[in-house]
Every structure is written in structure tokens, then in C-alpha cells.
């Protein structure tokens, strides 16, 4: 997972340009959204919220809507998160406008 998050540090303009907000929920240590903290129970609640069971890796994409658009259980591929973003309604809009 440390590789990962090396990765998406790395790229963090392409999430920041697509308004990605990075969760990272973990049983023990530190849970957080788009790198602040987050309380143990938020975390738990998190997982309860989308099923995740306390020993399961999932890569979940929630859109701006709140509904759930992807989830994988497999590590994450920022090109193929990118890729479902970028056909979503409102990406292709805000593409449109910024040109």
C-alpha cells in the first residue's frame, strides 16, 4: 500500500485536477480523507457505509452524486480511475468549459 500511496502522491495534480478526494481507511492506524486524519469510528463507518469487511482491500469510486461508480478489489490503477472519471457527465462538462 505504501507504493501506492508513493504513486498517487505522485500524480496528486491529475486527482486534484479531477477533484479526486483520497480515502484511505485501514483497521489499525491512521484512516484519512485527502490526508487529514480521521477518527477510528469515521473509518468504521466508512467501511460499514460501503461493505467493506475489516479484512478486504477494495478501491471504491464514489461520484460527486454519492453513488457508488466502480469498485475493485485488486490494487489501484490511477490510469483506469482516471479513465472512468474522465467519461463521467460532469467531467466531460467541466473539460468543455476549462477547454
Known amino acids: 500500500m505504501q507504493k501506492a500511496l508513493r ?11 479531477r477533484d479526486i478526494v ?8 491512521g484512516s ?21 469487511e475489516k479484512d478486504q482491500f477494495a ?13 475493485s478489489f485488486e490494487s489501484l490503477n490511477l490510469d483506469s480511475i482516471f479513465f472512468l472519471v474522465d467519461r463521467m457527465p460532469m467531467r466531460k462538462d467541466e473539460i468543455l468549459v476549462r477547454g
Not at 485527502?34 to 460501503?50: E, L
Open 7 to 17: 504513486d498517487i502522491e505522485q500524480r496528486r495534480y491529475a486527482l486534484d485536477e
Open 22 to 29: 483520497l480515502g484511505v481507511v485501514v483497521e489499525q492506524g
Open 59 to 71: 478501491v471504491i469510486l464514489i461520484g460527486k452524486d454519492g453513488g457508488e461508480k466502480h469498485r
Open 32 to 52: 484519512s480523507l485527502d490526508g487529514d486524519a480521521i477518527p477510528a469510528q469515521q473509518a468504521i463507518s466508512i467501511r460499514h457505509d460501503y461493505n467493506i
